[in-house]
């Protein structure tokens, strides 16, 4: 592998060619010829209302923000000694950074109501920032970090924007699908964070907004947000970028999707796997899989070329540090050229497990092209990318919706084998493999079209003792949905 001083550098030019773009009907380009205030800016959106399916949220990392004066003047003292052990039992905790939610509330749990009044005012920054960090926003999720910011307005503490953008994210972004009810909610917390708490918000709080906004379908609303953002003078960053492509693709807009990107590239933001997994996805949604596998052929030929990087294998944390790191990067040294063309030279532009989790979705889902998936999980191996669970879930979707039938690729043998192969995974305790809601949901709905109903209840009965629901609520949503599919329960 080259060293760093001797890969050629990847130009401007070449990451704009990562996409073809194509003149309209009336012979404008997209965008080609954008420089200095317009390269800055960001492409026009229209503000047609139409519904889009809704995507994960990959993009959206709150940012520090200065911290505001706390209200109250002193710190309660421990009544007890044993008050003051599980104060320094939560400090232990929250010095882990990579320690979980629940650890941390659970902890916090012992002390006297509200918990954040005896404790520092740094203890308690790092408490928010601690249980912020989840790898999926879920009910739970939010509940937890919500009764923090209850216990806050109890001791007429002051949260900071950071704090208040948490909070927003959650409520809005707390289930799969975002409706309207979590739009409203999250509108709500918005207000309440600039009208009762006088805290003003930054580009971060818009990009929050505008992400709930777009995955809802509400794409004027989505509008009037980055309008509001444009009103106020704040600076458009890689996430919102990234945020525009999103929003073209769930809106179907191809043409759009490029015009977004190019802008990206123009301002002078800096171009990883996550971006172009973003633009994949989006001409996925966009109705253009040709122009995404283009784009994957074309990534995959430039890291080849260019880099000669290893595959970095990152967890979920890595990924989202890596966001901030390059964001913060990109308005750094946007004044120095050369120093910004070390740092992109030095980022991997290989596909990783989001790129292929992307096809393989695809294809189970729309195409049914199993021989496709076949390739995809081959070259997966080659790259030394460790198969993750979420490739099970697909791989048990696309069963469930292409198998049963006639002349289908999707056989009951082919379904035994990947069955198998997962119980092996399973059985080596692969660090990314573990039995959650939709490997349950969709190994039992694949089985009972491909097998019969029979052979689903034995899959049932060798997964239910190797699944741990998260809680009461996501266990009666497994059992509901078990029941209306098979009439399985608890005891049957």
């Given at each position: 592998m080259p060293s760093p001083e001797m890969r050629p550098s990847i130009t401007a030019d070449e990451y704009k060619n990562l996409l073809d773009y194509y003149l309209d009907p009336f012979g404008e380009n997209l965008g080609l010829e954008t420089s200095g205030?317009?390269?800055?800016?960001?492409?026009?959106?229209?503000?047609?209302?139409?519904?889009?399916?809704?995507?994960?949220?990959?993009?959206?990392?709150?940012?520090?923000?200065?911290?505001?004066?706390?209200?109250?003047?002193?710190?309660?003292?421990?009544?007890?000694?044993?008050?003051?052990?599980?104060?320094?039992?939560?400090?232990?905790?929250?010095?882990?950074?990579?320690v979980s939610q629940g650890a941390i509330l659970e902890a916090y749990s012992a002390l006297p109501f509200p918990g954040v009044s005896r404790l520092p005012e740094s203890v308690v920054r790092l408490l928010f920032r601690r249980i912020s960090v989840v790898e999926r926003k879920t009910n739970e999720t939010m509940m937890g970090y919500l009764s923090v910011v209850d216990d806050m307005k109890a001791a007429d503490l002051s949260l900071t924007e950071a704090e208040w953008n948490s909070a927003i994210a959650f409520t809005g972004r707390c289930f799969a699908k975002v409706t309207s009810t979590e739009v409203e909610l999250a509108l709500l917390r918005w207000k309440e964070m600039e009208d009762e708490a006088n805290v003003k918000s930054g580009n971060v709080t818009f990009n929050i907004l505008f992400d709930i906004a777009t995955k809802s379908g509400k794409f004027v609303l989505a509008e009037m947000v980055l309008k509001e953002m444009q009103t106020r003078g704040l600076s458009i960053n890689r996430f919102m970028r990234s945020g525009l492509i999103y929003y073209h693709g769930l809106r179907g807009d191809g043409d759009g999707v490029r015009k977004a990107y190019l802008s990206?590239?123009?301002?002078?933001?800096?171009?990883?796997?996550?971006?172009?997994?973003?633009?994949?996805a989006s001409l996925i949604r966009a109705g253009e899989p040709s122009a995404a596998h283009q784009v994957y052929e074309r990534m995959k030929a430039l890291f080849s070329s260019k880099t000669g990087s290893p595959v970095p294998h990152q967890n979920w944390r890595a990924v989202r540090d890596l966001g901030r790191v390059l964001d913060r990067a990109a308005r750094q040294h946007r004044k120095y050229p050369e120093r910004r063309q070390r740092l992109q030279d030095e980022l991997c532009l290989a596909p990783n497990l989001q790129t292929y989790a992307i096809f393989v979705d695809h294809h189970a889902t729309d195409t049914g092209e199993l021989r496709r998936i076949t390739a995809l999980l081959e070259e997966m191996q080659m790259l030394g990318i460790p198969m993750h669970g979420r490739i099970f879930v697909k791989l048990f979707k696309g069963f469930a919706t292409h198998g049963g039938v006639r002349y289908t690729s999707w056989t009951r043998q082919r379904l035994e084998s990947v069955w198998a192969s997962l119980l092996i995974t399973l059985d080596e305790e692969a660090p990314h493999v573990m039995v959650k809601k939709w490997m349950v949901v969709?190994?039992?709905?694949?089985?009972?079209?491909?097998?019969?109903?029979?052979?689903?209840?034995?899959?049932?009965?060798?997964?239910?003792?190797?699944?741990?629901?998260?809680?009461?609520?996501?266990?009666?949503?497994?059992?509901?949905?078990?029941?209306?599919?098979?009439?399985?329960?608890?005891g049957m």
């Open positions: 205030a317009q390269a800055s800016a960001l492409p026009p959106l229209d503000t047609h209302d139409y519904h889009k399916p809704i995507v994960r949220d990959e993009f959206i990392t709150p940012e520090e923000s200065s911290t505001p004066e706390r209200s109250s003047p002193s710190v309660l003292e421990p009544d007890d000694s044993h008050e003051k052990l599980n104060i320094e039992r939560l400090i232990r905790l929250l010095e882990i950074e990579d990206l590239v123009e301002a002078g933001e800096l171009v990883d796997t996550v971006i172009l997994n973003c633009v994949i969709w190994a039992i709905r694949a089985f009972s079209k491909c097998c019969g109903r029979q052979r689903a209840l034995e899959i049932w009965t060798e997964l239910g003792t190797r699944w741990k629901a998260e809680g009461p609520e996501e266990e009666r949503a497994v059992f509901g949905i078990l029941r209306d599919d098979l009439r399985v329960g608890p």
